[in-house]
């Protein structure tokens, strides 16, 4: 079954404004991880948390882990029109691949 | 890091007919593997490519459907054999150093079976 439910589905700003997506998931995970997929494309790795880590930043991104909860948050601030793509939570069981969440979609309108 | 090249980048194939996906990798990596995505849907692993034996495949994949080759650290192909419409999807090529840090993604074939 899928790990990784995210949610919203779909999601529209200004750019300018910040755009948080959300992940969560049902089993112990080693880490979990961040992908961006624009226009149906290939992934881009945007961010790995470890399970014991509880934030991490990257530029404008900024991704919280809580365990206690099984879930985790993508924070981009400051959109642009370039940010316009799917997101992906994808978490790492302690055994086992990568599973990945159903996405996010971004649209970031000029 | 890894740059990840496939081709072909999309095809539109009859049906019962078979197509071969390659992809290469631009420097020796430890695991690779192929996933399917199918429309506006996320992704789903089909199998990992094992160099030089055969490659491990996820349930509800089976080698008859998905033969894939690995002869070496830096190529691998997939081939969606006795396609459907159903086959119809993009697929993603992905190569890292192990099956849960950071993977490294090719552009994807998109594949359309009439």
């Known amino acids: 079954s899928q790990q990784g439910e995210e949610d919203p589905q779909a999601l529209s700003i200004q750019e300018g404004e910040n755009a948080t997506m959300n992940c969560s998931y049902k089993?112990?995970?080693?880490?979990l991880q961040w992908y961006r997929q624009n226009s149906g494309r290939g992934l881009v790795h945007l961010i790995l948390?470890?399970?014991?880590?509880r934030e991490k930043h990257s530029g404008r991104l900024r991704v919280t882990l809580d365990t206690s909860k099984k879930s985790s948050s993508l924070l981009i601030t400051a959109s642009r029109a370039a940010d316009t793509a799917s997101y992906f939570c994808a978490t790492a069981p302690n055994t086992g691949k990568l599973i990945f969440g159903q996405g996010t979609t971004l649209q970031v309108k000029p | 890091s890894a740059v990840i090249s496939q081709k072909p980048s999309r095809d539109i194939c009859q049906r019962g007919t078979s197509l071969t996906i390659q992809c290469q990798v631009d420097?020796?990596?430890?695991?690779m593997f192929w996933y399917r995505q199918q429309p506006g849907q996320s992704l789903t692993l089909i199998a990992t490519a094992n160099q030089g034996s055969e490659a491990t495949y996820e349930s509800g994949f089976v080698i008859d459907k998905f033969p894939i080759s690995r002869p070496n650290l830096t190529f691998s192909t997939l081939t969606v054999s006795n396609m459907s419409p159903e086959d119809s999807s993009i697929y993603l090529c992905s190569a890292g150093t192990n099956s849960f840090y950071e993977q490294f993604f090719g552009p994807g074939t998109r594949l359309t079976v009439l």
């Open positions: 420097s020796q990596v430890t695991m």
């Open positions: 948390i470890r399970s014991n880590e």
């Open positions: 089993t112990s995970i080693n880490n």
